[in-house]
């Protein structure tokens, strides 16, 4: 078919015809001066606070300054590829991180890129790094729990669903061994899990994903991981990054659980960040908004009313302690914002008391709101019995003649630590938990020798579960101890005590 020459310059002259010049507006800034992880920049006079710019390579950054003459952004990224003079555009989209069901099962950086070799995240959600907390009337009371699977925390501290329990320790105590339990036992819940790795070990991270994957947690759960060598701004923003992933689930109607691991560390790079863009320091060199910083992190987490879908976002941040001291900035500052603090004693964990759990100034706001009844009933006496315990255990250490009643409540107390002690990754069922402990507080322990109490709780649970399995499937579906549960649990006590071998 051959062209004809007519036709086409008919066709070129529409085109001339239609066409407009049209003169596009780009708002663009170049760098002043860059270094440690900061540019300043001249132009961009219109930028907004937060809102991501881009740098030549694709490089992104973080406004956070916004000065007279020039704007201070942090670089995600490495700060080697920008030189002086370069040219930076912005998006005009302030932070946002994807989020939805395909990060469930993901490891992803703070800004929602992959980082297990699985191929993109394939979501056309987002949500912004700095959300509105709800308010007032958008909240409910938190009354539902949120069961961890480590009976020394079910039974005397109790976390609810919607609440901020405050994990605090010195390094190597057992901090995250408890948020790693608290996520393997929302198997079979519908509580979906997010785990914000700031500043550990790219070894640790990994660590912690193959033991969730070989408990089958990672079904439920995403890890947003900055670790040590990331830049001071991904560890900044990863706890609001973790934070904007668990409110889809909580504006959905859902529930999530969220563990900062740990906020000391995303302290510290934010002071980082404020020294370098020349913010006046405060108290420990940290900037004055650093209680914002986290407040606003923290507040986030509600359990919200009925009319609004009853979801909720529960908030375990854990902060390290330097020397035992609670009363150090940060310290501070999280546990007067958080509805409770878990406080764990490297004194306890050294003498194998594990969970190394300090019940004298560990607290839960929330308390018996958050317990079933059958826990409640148990535990009540649990916590003082162990408070008396320590009391009169500093007083028998002078050796002095006692009576019998103290005797009593000594083998009592010494009994109850011990069954209190739980392995890592074995969390329990709210059943299992409730008969071994009923059976402590009962006096059914206190003629065993402490060395074969382990012995004694393996063997009964599964005695228990063979002989009389509804004792556990009642507990675990009413979630009350009735006359009749109560009856069969001195039954199924008193027949294993008969067969049971020290």
Not at 85 to 97: E, L, Y
Not at 450 to 476: N, P, R, Y
Not at 477 to 496: P, Q, R
């Amino acid at each position: 078919m051959g062209l004809n020459p007519e036709e086409v310059s008919s066709v070129i002259q529409k085109e001339i015809g239609k066409y407009e010049a049209k003169l596009e507006m780009e708002s663009v800034g170049t760098v002043l001066q860059v270094g440690d992880g900061i540019a300043r920049i001249w132009g961009l006079e219109d930028v907004m606070m937060s809102e991501l710019v881009v740098f030549p390579g694709d490089i992104t950054g973080l406004v956070l300054n916004l000065e007279a003459d020039n704007v201070g952004v942090a670089i995600f990224g490495s700060d080697r590829l920008i030189k002086e003079g370069d040219t930076v555009k912005r998006t005009g989209k302030v932070a946002q991180v994807p989020v939805g069901d395909a990060l469930i099962g993901r490891v992803v950086n703070p800004i929602g890129e992959p980082l297990d070799g699985k191929g993109p995240v394939v979501t056309d959600k987002h949500r912004l790094l700095e959300g509105i907390a709800p308010n007032v009337v958008q909240r409910q009371p938190v009354k539902e729990p949120m069961m961890t699977g480590l009976k020394a925390i079910d039974s005397m501290i109790p976390i609810g669903r919607g609440q901020r329990e405050l994990i605090i320790g010195d390094r190597q105590t057992g901090k995250t061994a408890i948020a790693i339990d608290a996520i393997i036992n929302q198997k079979d819940t519908d509580v979906f899990c997010i785990y914000v790795a700031i500043g550990q070990k790219a070894s640790s991270v990994a660590r912690v994903v193959e033991i969730l994957e070989q408990h089958g947690a990672m079904e439920y759960t995403t890890v947003v991981c900055a670790t040590a060598n990331d830049p001071a701004p991904m560890q900044y923003i990863a706890p609001y990054a973790g934070c904007a992933m668990g409110e889809e689930f909580l504006y959905t109607g859902r529930h999530a659980l969220v563990i900062y691991d740990d906020l000391s560390k995303q302290a510290q790079s934010y002071r980082q960040l404020s020294l370098l863009l020349r913010r006046p320091p405060g108290r420990e060199a940290y900037p004055g908004d650093i209680f914002y910083c986290h407040s606003r992190l923290l507040e986030r987490a509600a359990k919200l009313s009925d009319e609004e879908g009853g979801g909720s976002l529960t908030a375990l941040p854990i902060i390290e302690t330097q020397a035992s001291d609670v009363s150090a900035y940060i310290p501070t500052n999280v546990i007067s914002i958080t509805d409770g603090q878990i406080y764990l004693l490297p004194d306890l964990f050294f003498a194998g008391v594990r969970p190394a759990i300090d019940v004298g100034i560990s607290v839960s706001r929330v308390g018996g709101n958050a317990q079933t009844k059958a826990m409640k009933k148990i535990a009540g006496s649990l916590r003082l019995d162990l408070a008396q315990y320590r009391e009169l255990a500093a007083f028998a250490q002078f050796g002095s003649d006692m009576d019998a009643a103290t005797k009593k409540q000594l083998t009592r107390g010494e009994r109850m630590v011990e069954i209190l002690k739980q392995g890592q990754y074995v969390p329990q069922s709210l059943g299992r938990q409730v008969t071994i402990i009923w059976a402590a507080a009962n006096g059914y322990l206190d003629d065993l020798d402490l060395s074969v109490l382990e012995k004694f709780e393996i063997e009964f649970l599964a005695f228990v579960e063979k002989e009389f399995l509804d004792i556990f499937h009642v507990i675990d579906k009413e979630k009350v101890i009735s006359d009749d549960t109560d009856k069969k649990l001195h039954d199924a006590v008193k027949k294993f005590k008969e067969q049971f071998k020290a």
